[in-house]
């Protein structure tokens, strides 16, 4: 049964200025819909066929273009298309609960998704903007929690609520764009871009929300639209081997794989998902991976705990591991967060381990920390869903923290 539905002779509307549709309770959130499937709902929804390309492609300029939240400012529509779209249809993105600021610039939105039951709030997800010179990276998520329970990470102390639509995951990028004043009535020179690149390293296992994650990172890299290039968009997976070379095929993004440990009997603690992939396999999968060069390397993730796989010994089993794969690797000094069973290792020990990669020929930048003192740092994401309820957050404050 449709949503809402334009009666026949008014599929003309903006031409013949028929009567607008009545809305129904539930609106349609076109966010996150491609362009067939946008032009799918506008045909239910009555819009004439000879002139549902031209629409679909107003609404899409309309909402990644120029980053419009209703159809008011879509001035390419008729008043009356404008007026029936905007009963029917929503451009909501997620709800901004809390932001935070670091001192080195980092900011987190804790967000708030919409909820599928009347009268209760729905799940919330964090999302991190990271300023660096000449560039800025936003972290974002694909799950609420997770379900890998990965020991260092602070995400895994929370179980998997669920996934994220394709438009939940670009809502993500629109609301930073709008808090950073990047859309072009801000004022802001168009060139002057402050989301210059995405890292799928939130919440969550991207390669377990698949198809939502597929869909959401073709929307953002849409020349037509948010048009940033899947070059400038790194996934990261903590091994889920059957999906990595698909994700090569029909995502097309840079990778970077989750990595932390050089046996299995370390990585089987540190990263419970390699008892059912195993170091060979997933390192297999990878010298697998579509498009695999020099120019497109894939970046193996490496957190620095103390005494546990930071010794010279562990760098050079490294470096043969990676042997014929190009690759970067990122040493991540580790990020605590209250409980959490490791330390990180001191900083001689990651300069020594830094070293060997570095004269084995890899590229091996340490991560400098960033957002620690708002929990926004890698390791450090966690919602506020199952930690307080919004009567408990006034009492007593809590930094929330994720991936």
Known sequence: MPVLTFMAQSLDIAHKGSSVPVATPA?????????????????????????????????WNGIYTRGLQDFSGMTALSK??????????????????????SVDGTRKWLLRLASDKPGIPGPEVEAVYIPEEGRGTLCISSQVGCTLTCTFCHTGTQKLVRNLTAGEIVGQLMVARDALGEWPNSGRNSDDRMVTNIVM?????????FDNVRAALDIISDGEGLSLSKRRITLSTSGVVPEIVRAGEEIGSMLAISLH??????RNKLVPLNKKYPIAELLEACRNYPGLSNARRITFEYVMLKGVNDSI????????????????????????????????SDWPTIEKFADVVNRAGYASPVRTPRGRDIMAACGQ?????????ASERFKQPETSQAH
């Open 261 to 266: 440990a050089v046996n299995d009997e370390t």
């Open 313 to 344: 010994e562990d760098a050079k089993s490294l470096v043969r591991l990676l042997k014929g794969i190009p690759a970067k690797i990122n040493l991540i000094p580790f990020n605590p967060w209250p409980g959490s069973p490791y330390e990180c």
């Open 80 to 101: 009356d298309l404008r007026a029936a779209f905007g009963t029917q249809f929503s451009l909501s993105r997620p709800e901004i609960v809390t932001e935070q600021k």
């Open 201 to 209: 390293m939130g919440m969550g296992e991207p390669l377990y929300n």
């Open 27 to 59: 609106r349609k959130n076109l966010l996150g819909l491609d362009r067939e499937e946008l032009g799918a709902v506008l045909a239910e929804a009555g819009v004439a066929p000879r002139e549902i390309k031209m629409r679909v492609g107003q609404i």
């Open 381 to 389: 994401l966690k919602s506020e869903t199952v930690k307080a309820r």
